[in-house]
């Protein structure tokens, strides 16, 4: 995953696409989903719109509360 070269929305969307590893803990796994789940509400938040589109690097062009959760 290259910061400079992956939008906001792909970095999230990779993030998201990871599974927990295999013969995980039940509380681990737990926490495992429950971040996952705050990615999404965070990452895809509509005040994110703007700033999905730019690569990971780049300064955010919305700056807003949950940009800088």
């Known amino acids: ?3 400079a070269v ?3 929305q ?3 969307d990779t993030l998201l696409s990871w599974d927990c590893p295999a013969g995980a803990d039940e509380s681990y796994a737990k ?3 429950d ?3 705050l990615c999404d509400l965070l990452g ?3 005040a994110m719109v703007e700033n999905n589109k730019q690569t990971y690097n780049t300064p955010a062009t919305s700056k807003n509360k949950v940009y800088f959760m």
């Open 1 to 3: 995953m290259d910061p």
């Open 6 to 8: 992956l939008t906001r």
């Open 10 to 12: 792909e970095w999230t």
């Open 31 to 33: 926490l495992w989903s």
């Open 35 to 37: 971040l996952l789940y």
């Open 44 to 46: 895809n938040h509509p």
